[in-house]
């Protein structure tokens, strides 16, 4: 597989599990809670076949009785939970590389994320890349319903043909998102979805960052 970056002038990219090492994290501050339900916990492999958007819906899967304890409170107890470790994550391996090598080939760059907008910008700035981005757009709850509204708004505010532009995320939702923005997009594995699942949605799958550009 050949990805020829030279169609594009501006790359987007996904935050967390593309960007950022967090899908282990996303593991452990969940299995707390699950073992705190007596509901059954979950390996890195088994979270990456059942986590998906809405997150609603994952939750779920995982057991969780919402007529017993609302989907906000617990929604809202994980990305508190989250947030106390969050300073335990760092970058994947490759991503100040391919940073730098897109915006020493010309590519403008911005981030587009189901990270609450505030958090999204105080994490990249402390990981050093912000400065990386044009623009870097989050959602303005906790709760990652899906991230296609603010998505057609980074559209409209970059003023940069749709062709032009290239999404790159670890999810099947950044795949929908890609097709629901009529953008290309390339789908990296080992962040929260398994590559049989990234498969299934028809878009170039790498194995890792580095390989986008080899």
């Known amino acids: 597989m050949i990805i020829d970056l030279s169609k594009y002038t501006h790359i987007v990219w996904d935050w967390n599990g593309t960007l950022l090492d967090d899908a282990w994290l996303c593991v452990d501050v969940m299995n707390g809670m699950l073992q705190e339900r007596n509901l059954p916990l979950k390996t890195l492999e088994q979270y990456r076949e059942v986590f998906d958007f809405p997150v609603r819906d994952y939750y779920v899967k995982l057991g969780f009785d919402f007529e017993k304890e609302p989907f906000d409170v617990v929604g809202m107890e994980f990305i508190n939970r989250?947030?106390?470790r969050q300073h335990e994550t760092i970058l994947q391996p490759e991503a100040l590389e391919i940073l730098s090598w897109m915006a020493s080939h010309g590519l403008r760059q911005s981030i587009l994320s189901a990270r609450e907008q505030n958090e999204l910008l105080e994490e990249s700035r402390i990981l050093g890349?912000?400065?990386f981005f044009d623009r870097i757009y989050g959602l303005d709850d906790h709760y990652a319903h899906g991230k296609i509204d603010v998505g057609q708004k980074l559209i409209r505010d970059l003023a940069v043909p749709i062709q032009k532009m290239l999404f790159?995320?670890?999810?099947?939702h950044d795949a929908e998102v890609a097709i629901e923005l009529d953008m290309d997009c390339i789908l990296v594995q080992d962040g929260h979805h398994s590559l049989e699942r990234l498969m299934e949605m028809g878009f170039p799958v790498v194995p890792s960052l580095k390989s986008i550009i080899e």
């Open 129 to 131: 890349v912000a400065g």
């Open 82 to 84: 989250y947030n106390q």
């Open 168 to 172: 790159i995320g670890d999810t099947r």
